[in-house]
């Protein structure tokens, strides 16, 4: 299970925002952040726990291992309010993919 | 440039059936597990099942085995997602999506609605 908090985060545009994922075991496999907006897919942003998708900002980055994953979006853009989830996949077969919950970034 | 074009979705009556189709273009499709995610309106998503690149292999989330099944034919590079038995909770956005280490690239999704 991947559990993320905060459910909902109220920042303003350039502030700095800070999202936690964190596994109910250690996450042996891989570790994703995926944005969305409504009405569109989820967009990659980061795998393997920190390395960014191709195309992404570098504002975007990603960290941490085992249990405990952060997505920090450095200075915040009004494109950046949306929902974002973390995703996990095992390295081998079968892929045993789950995601949590999501994180819905709002603009205070 | 990856391109997963969804279809197939639509209105269907509980105990139905519908049969989801994915056209990939942009790599090289027969060298790609790929797999369904589904959104149901307001929520968030949820893995449904996986396949093995060659198809030879494959993997269902517990909520639909038994009832879903999912193939592909790498001469079309084409995925599928037969459903059958269909409830109202299978109401949802279904996506297809490239499945690597490098993480998922998706579809723009299609609509299924289960209701009388």
């Known amino acids: 299970v991947l559990t993320q908090s905060p459910a909902t985060l109220s920042l303003s545009p350039g502030e700095r925002a800070t999202l936690s994922c964190r596994a109910s075991?250690?996450?042996?496999?891989?570790l994703a952040w995926y944005q969305q907006k409504p009405g569109q897919s989820p967009r990659l942003l980061i795998y393997d726990a920190s390395n960014r998708a191709t195309g992404i900002p570098a504002r975007f980055s990603g960290s941490g291992s085992g249990t405990d994953f952060t997505l920090t979006i450095s200075h915040l853009e009004p494109e950046d309010f949306a929902v974002y989830y973390c995703q996990k996949r095992s390295r081998n077969w079968p892929p045993s993919i789950t995601f949590g919950q999501g994180t819905r970034l709002e603009i205070k | 440039e990856v391109q997963l074009l969804e279809s197939g979705g639509g209105l269907v009556q509980p105990g139905g059936s519908l049969r989801l189709s994915c056209g990939a273009s942009?790599?090289?499709?027969?060298?790609?597990?790929m797999t369904w995610v589904r959104q149901a309106p307001g929520k968030g998503l949820e893995w449904v099942s996986s396949?093995?690149?060659?198809?030879?292999?494959?993997y269902y989330a517990d909520s639909v085995r038994g009832r879903f099944t999912i193939s592909r034919d790498n001469s079309k590079d084409t995925l599928y997602l037969q459903m059958n038995s269909l409830r109202a909770e299978d109401t949802a956005v279904y996506y297809c999506a490239k499945d690597s280490l490098q993480g998922l690239d998706w579809g723009q999704g299609t609509l299924v609605t289960v209701s009388s």
């Open positions: 396949i093995g690149s060659s198809g030879g292999s494959t």
């Open positions: 942009g790599f090289t499709f027969s060298t790609y597990a």
């Open positions: 075991q250690s996450v042996t496999g891989f």
